[in-house]
């Protein structure tokens, strides 16, 4: 029998087909891909599939379209062990696929993508939802369900977690009924030029944590415990597709386990960091045992510290 899940995702999945090129081409140009790979995708269904690697049972809503990618989409969470019934199938209409491109000696991306499937609406959710979960997982993708999904899970005693990087004012309705923002730097430059004090006018919308992530040079994190910077960990980059939806499976991870801030931000840096070192946006995803062993291997690296200047803002 399946267990009931303990956290929920709600948003975007895709099917990403991933590409190792030498170089990125320019126009006209043919290259060879040395690697193709085929993988599911997406903010909040990656962050899942993370959550499930590290040992906690996860279900993911979102919608597909009922196409072959569609099937593998769903062929994919279920694989890892995600509860993938919440999935609403749009007949006639193409699912999210991607094409990323991915230079091999930086492990830097570009991306493709493409959909016709409608964004979730509020009724669309299962009359139960949100369960048994104590975290509900939303991305920016659906600012229609979203509010009443978060809605519905503080109501049930549940936490709101939101992966966003647009400041807008359709996000900004989801940031009020989230309790921990994990955004981009992009967002945190969108609510203000200086770090610190953009995380604390998203903090005064209601959120109780705020995450701003920065790719290789870390994440700033401001809570009740008070604000620092987590430096990200030195690997060698292989991949970087998916390492941010990572960063956000572990940091939950670390929520449900009650750790600090300090500890939490530092287990989701190195979840990510090892991620980066395989291709594609699933592959590297590690297990728990895997980032202990790494953050045993490099206890003195990537401590949290203050903010200081020429840090990322």
């Given amino acids: 029998m399946r267990a009931q899940p303990r956290v929920t ?13 030498d170089r990125y081409p320019g126009p006209d140009e043919r290259v060879t891909a040395r690697r193709i790979l085929e993988q599911g995708g997406g903010e909040a269904a990656t962050a899942m ?21 569609g099937a593998a989409i769903r062929q994919g969470l279920e694989a890892e062990g995600v509860d993938a019934s919440g999935l609403v199938v749009e007949p006639g209409r193409r699912s999210l696929f991607s094409f990323i491109a991915v230079e091999n000696a930086t492990g830097r991306r570009t991306i493709f993508s493409g959909r016709t499937t409608t964004r979730l609406k509020p009724s669309e959710l299962a009359r139960d939802f949100p369960g048994s979960s104590e ?51 992009d967002f945190g430059r969108q609510a203000g030029p200086d770090p610190l004090a953009a995380a604390a006018r998203v903090r005064e919308l209601g959120p109780e944590t705020v995450v701003f992530t920065y790719g290789d040079r870390g994440a700033l994190v401001s809570g009740r415990e008070g604000a620092f910077f987590q430096p990200a960990f030195r690997v060698r980059p292989v991949d970087t597709t998916g390492a941010g939806d990572v960063f956000r499976g572990a940091f939950i991870y670390g929520l449900l386990q009650e750790w600090p801030l300090e500890r939490t931000a530092r287990f989701a840096s190195a979840a ?27 206890r003195n690296q990537a401590r949290p510290r203050p903010l200081r200047p020429g840090d990322p803002g």
């Fill in 9 to 21: 995702g709600i948003g975007n999945c895709a099917l990403d087909l991933l590409a190792g090129l």
């Fill in 272 to 298: 990510a960091a090892l991620k980066c070192t395989r291709p594609g946006g699933r592959t590297g995803i590690p297990g728990l045992e895997r980032v202990i062993l790494f953050l045993e291997e490099r």
């Fill in 135 to 185: 975290v509900v997982h939303l991305d920016q993708r659906e600012t229609r369900a979203g509010p009443r999904a978060a809605a519905r899970a503080r109501r049930a005693g549940a936490r709101v977690t939101l992966d966003v990087d647009r400041f807008e004012p359709a996000t900004l309705k989801l940031v009020r009924a989230t309790q921990v923002v994990l955004a981009s730097g």
């Fill in 49 to 69: 599939v993370t959550l499930a690697r590290l040992g906690i049972s996860t279900a993911f809503i979102g919608k597909i379209g009922d196409d072959w990618a």
